[in-house]
């Protein structure tokens, strides 16, 4: 069974100042991971996503990723946040075997971004 | 640009009683799922569907059924609401395969 663990409920920064979101995943085999972002009131848009390759992938709005099969992580970066990023963020995953997918997602991390 | 409609936005309901929460897909996407939000639990997947006909219980399913009429249509049913169903229920889609997920807007639901 795959899992999804965010460890921080909410992350509070100061605009500009740099960002990473953690996440860790439990799976059989290696998953698709996904980040995405959930702005008040609506549903949830993807920042990025990664299958293979260069384990640093580039999303969306500056933000990236680093995959780390050696610690099953999957961290969301951001060099310089802007007020605009806060929002939620969700990391999910979604098993590359089997033909069927089933996606899981984290608990979400709370971004609030001060002036 | 990939949509997901969800009908109603939002539903007050009383204990007891039938609610059907409707989406629409024009990605025409194979998969369609069903989640509900709640604080401290993020998003918990209720069902899905592979194609029309076809529905399958996602990780909590006990007091919802669903129904999966046409490629484009995906409802989520309570057929005896309770107050802990009280919750932000959303649909997505998505390619089989690679998957990445197009989201509703939600529909915010009460039960009283």
């Known amino acids: 069974a795959q899992s999804v663990t965010q460890p921080d409920a909410r992350v509070t920064v100061s605009e500009g100042a740099s960002l990473q979101l953690r996440c860790k995943y439990s799976?059989?085999?290696?998953?698709?991971l996904f980040w995405y972002v959930q702005y008040p009131r609506q549903g949830l848009q993807l920042l990025l996503k990664?299958?293979?390759?260069?384990?640093v992938v580039q999303g969306v709005n500056g933000f990236e990723a680093e995959f780390s099969k050696s610690n099953s992580s999957f961290h969301l970066r951001k060099a310089s946040v802007h007020w605009s990023d806060s929002a939620v963020y969700f990391c999910?995953?979604?098993?590359?075997?089997?033909?069927?997918?089933?996606?899981?997602f984290g608990k979400g991390t709370s971004l609030v971004v001060h002036p | 640009e990939a949509a997901v409609t969800q009908s109603p936005r939002n539903k007050v309901a009383v204990t007891g009683g039938k609610v059907t929460l409707s989406c629409n897909q024009t990605?025409?996407?194979?998969?369609m799922y069903w989640y509900r939000q709640d604080t401290g639990h993020g998003l918990r997947l209720i069902h899905y569907?592979?194609?029309?006909?076809?529905?399958e219980k996602g990780d909590i399913p006990d007091g919802y059924k669903a129904s999966r009429p046409s490629q484009e249509n995906f409802s989520l049913i309570l057929e005896l609401a309770t107050p802990s169903q009280t919750s932000v229920y959303f649909c997505?889609?998505?390619?089989?395969?690679?998957?990445?997920?197009?989201f509703g807007s939600g529909t915010r639901l009460t039960v009283l």
């Open positions: 997505a889609s998505g390619e089989s395969g690679a998957e990445t997920l197009y």
């Open positions: 990664y299958y293979s390759g260069d384990p």
């Open positions: 799976s059989s085999v290696t998953p698709y």
């Open positions: 999910a995953v979604s098993l590359t075997s089997g033909g069927n997918y089933k996606p899981t």
């Open positions: 569907s592979y194609g029309a006909g076809s529905t």
């Open positions: 990605n025409n996407h194979n998969n």
